[in-house]
């Protein structure tokens, strides 16, 4: 009887710390794949020396997001998708990166999940390319 009941508040602590790890995790994962995502966009148009397009896929960023080639390269688009509950907002359906590089304006992306006043990312992608990756407090 001893043993089940350290055993049970064993679980009781380590369950919740468990879910806090996966989360974060997620947070992690879906940024990374995101920055990937953009990095690969700009190089991408700078070698094949046309515009490359990273647009989210369905009706939101949450959906997932894929980069867009011309239909007559054989490339093929790669898409990519938020890790668990990973959300991903930005005011814009897509970047175009031209082919020297650059996009039209700077872009921001925030990486947060459900759980209120924890620590996301807010990706920012100014119109040379570069990534600025900050925390913030997500609401």
């Keep these: 009887m001893l043993a089940i009941a350290v055993a049970a508040v064993l679980l009781a602590v380590a369950v919740p710390s468990f879910q806090n790890v996966t989360a974060n995790n997620a947070l992690r994962a879906t940024t990374a794949d995101l920055v990937t995502a953009i990095n690969t966009a700009r190089a991408q148009a700078v070698n094949l020396r046309q515009p490359v397009v990273l647009r989210h ?3 939101s960023w949450n959906d997932g997001w894929e980069l867009f080639y011309d239909s007559a390269r054989t490339e093929g688009d790669q898409s990519f998708h938020p890790a668990g509950k990973a959300t991903v907002t930005s005011g814009v359906d897509e970047i175009q990166f031209l ?8 872009v921001e992306f925030e990486v947060c999940d459900d ?3 924890e620590s996301g990312r807010k990706i920012q992608v100014g119109r040379f390319g570069v990534i600025e990756n900050n925390v913030i407090t997500c609401s």
């Design 115 to 117: 759980r209120s006043g």
């Design 57 to 59: 896929l369905g009706s």
């Design 99 to 106: 082919p020297s590089g650059i996009i039209a304006s700077n």
